[in-house]
């Protein structure tokens, strides 16, 4: 895929906006391309060279190879496999899964730092990313000590919904069912049959709806 074509793929990350188009031109003739098809395993390195992704298309998930735990859900417009950057064991525990049919770009770790080095925002950006992933791993164990299993699962739905809604006619925030009841459960530290249950008394009571294609919620004030 030519240079121009990857620019257009990269132009709405928010981690290159401040760099200019001539910067990101020169960064777009380094970066390689690729597709995943739905269900697809993402290999976060390339003959045994990691690699940090951009996800231009689609939803990734992110498990540890070692549990087959889901770890985190990583949404387009987001980057994934940036531990190889700081912690390079942890970064070969884990792998990668597309959601859905996924479009990404990669780089290897030597040419991103090069790119950080250069460009304090593009450096910046990544510690943000390392950071909130840091943080949201914390509101995990927090909410492992002090919340109930049903409160716990109620509040990842309802983020969940937020985070990758696309609202209807009907002012509803709807979003893809994109996550097993297991896949929920290894997200919020629960049994798959628990999910299950939250999930139906959620639908009783009007709270939430969903099915096989996707889950909604009233739009949250």
């Known amino acids: 895929m030519n240079t121009l ?11 290159f906006k401040k760099l200019g188009r001539l910067n990101m031109m020169r960064i777009c003739e380094i970066l390689e391309m690729d597709n995943f098809n ?4 993402i290999s976060l390195k390339n003959q045994n060279q990691k690699n940090i992704f951009f996800l231009k298309k689609g939803t990734v998930k992110i498990v540890n190879d070692s549990t087959g735990t889901v770890k985190y859900i990583v949404k387009r417009g987001n980057i994934f496999g940036e531990l ?7 970064s070969s525990e884990e792998v990668a899964y597309a959601l ?3 479009i990404v770009c990669y780089i290897e770790p030597k040419k991103m730092e090069e790119l950080m080095a250069k460009h304090k925002s593009l450096k910046n950006g990544v510690l943000k990313v390392y950071g909130l992933r840091i ?3 914390e509101r995990r164990l927090h ?7 049903a409160t716990r699962i109620q509040e990842f739905i309802l983020d969940y919904v937020e985070s990758f809604t696309e609202k209807d ?10 996550l097993s009841h297991k896949e929920i459960a290894n997200l919020t530290n629960t049994s798959r049959q628990t999910v299950s249950n939250v999930l139906s008394a959620m639908r ?6 969903y099915d096989t294609e996707s889950i909604s919620i009233n739009s949250i004030q």
């Open 204 to 209: 009783k009571k009007g709270i939430i709806h």
């Open 5 to 15: 074509t990857k620019f257009w793929f990269l132009e709405d990350f928010n981690l």
């Open 38 to 41: 739905k269900g697809s395993m």
């Open 84 to 90: 190889a950057l700081y912690d390079k064991e942890a």
């Open 143 to 149: 909410d492992l000590l002090y919340k109930d299993s």
């Open 169 to 178: 006619k009907t002012s509803k925030l709807v979003a893809k069912n994109l």
């Open 135 to 137: 943080k949201k791993l």
């Open 100 to 102: 859905e049919d996924c």
